[in-house]
């Protein structure tokens, strides 16, 4: 995968905004990049893109963006067993434009929100921004220091959207069938639509498997996705909705044309050769992230506490008490995401993103030590 040691070699040719706002000596671990090289059939694609037609594509007015759609089908019945019907994909910058865009035409000011928290701080500064009240489902530990999350649903009264994020982003959470068809039914029960956010499908670990919940309840899913976390593409703006709901797709599809953007030329380039031909990259890199995940468990400080995550690059440690992001960042020059930012439950946590190589991993691991 890569030979890189030290973190100054990888800020010596990484100048994006994860090493960029990390001041000298410090070393970033929090927004969820990658220090790893992106996948060489993803790299000779775009390359190729470069020196070919940079011109209109010939899906240009197409809201499937034609070859995206077909490659998002394809990888999920591959994948995951689900026969997603490419008719019903269309395309979005990133996530978080798919979701305001679905909010905007579904809900009003005032409708809530059902969200597992705590939760991807950009998704409650949308619910903030467009006062849609946050009804939060808590996960909470399951046992002690090593075991997993649990949730009990609350009444959703008063809620118009279940946000799903599964797998579930800090925690790492893959949620089981039981748990889906439990949250299914309350879906049905207070008439919800589902908007899922599966963009961490792809990095589960085994035995864990992770289940569409448009292979639950169909016609009430709108699903979002994106090869931007597993494939190490941030910065490629193209993400996928299936639109699941019948309903949805009638409220869509009176919107004015071209008024929600599209994915671009290279960012639909890159996903579908992503899609279809990175996986012996994904598998290298997802042994190097279990091995990771692992050695946190090692060498992890005695006074925080570590749930192993099921999925994800990311490790949600409770140290007890707020505050220590800041502590951490100054005193041990390790920069991590603070619990606080996302939400109920997460003011005692700091979050670590340890897609990295070992060598810097461990030097993240010693300096936390002290």
Not at 80 to 90: F, I, L, T
Not at 95 to 111: E, K, Y
Not at 283 to 299: S, V, Y
Request: glycine residues 8%.
């Amino acid at each position: 995968m890569t030979d890189i040691k030290r973190a100054e070699d990888i800020k010596a040719t990484h100048d994006g905004f994860k090493w960029a706002k990390a001041a000298p000596g410090v070393i970033p671990a929090w927004i969820a990049d990658m220090d790893l090289p992106t996948a060489p059939e993803v790299v000779s694609a775009l390359q190729r893109r470069a020196e070919g037609d940079l011109g209109y594509p010939t899906w240009l007015d197409s809201p499937q963006c034609g070859p995206l759609a077909e490659a998002f089908a394809e990888r999920m019945a591959g994948r995951y067993g689900w026969r997603a019907d490419s008719e019903h994909v269309r395309s979005y910058s990133d996530i978080n434009q798919a979701l305001q865009v679905l909010l905007h035409v579904w809900t009003r000011p005032g409708d809530g929100v059902a969200v597992h928290t705590p939760t991807y701080p950009p998704f409650l500064g949308t619910l903030e921004g467009m006062e849609r009240p946050l009804h939060p489902i808590q996960l909470r530990p399951d046992g002690p220091s090593g075991g997993s999350w649990r949730f009990e649903v609350p009444d959703l009264s008063g809620c118009k959207v279940l946000l799903l994020v599964n797998p579930h982003n800090p925690t790492g959470r893959v949620f089981t069938r039981e748990e889906l068809t439990e949250l299914a039914e309350h879906v049905e029960r207070h008439d919800l639509l589902v908007i899922s956010d599966e963009i961490h499908a792809d990095l589960v670990y085994a035995p864990h498997q992770h289940i569409p919940f448009a292979t639950i309840l169909p016609e009430r899913t709108v699903t979002l996705t994106s090869a931007t976390k597993a494939f190490n593409l941030g910065g490629i703006r193209c993400s996928v909705a299936h639109i699941g709901s019948p309903d949805m797709r009638k409220v869509l599809a009176a919107q004015p044309p071209f008024v929600f953007g599209s994915a671009n030329l290279f960012g639909v380039e890159a996903t579908v050769v992503a899609w279809r031909h990175g996986d012996a990259w994904l598998q290298e890199t997802l042994a190097l992230l279990d091995r990771n995940r692992r050695t946190i468990a090692e060498l992890l400080p005695e006074e925080a506490s570590y749930r192993m995550p099921e999925a994800t690059y990311l490790a949600w440690l409770d140290y007890g008490r707020p505050g220590v992001q800041e502590v951490l960042e100054r005193e041990a020059k390790v920069m991590l995401s603070d619990g606080a930012t996302f939400g109920p439950g997460g003011a005692n946590y700091v979050r670590l993103n340890f897609a990295t190589t070992e060598p810097i991993l461990a030097e993240i691991l010693h300096r936390m030590r002290g």
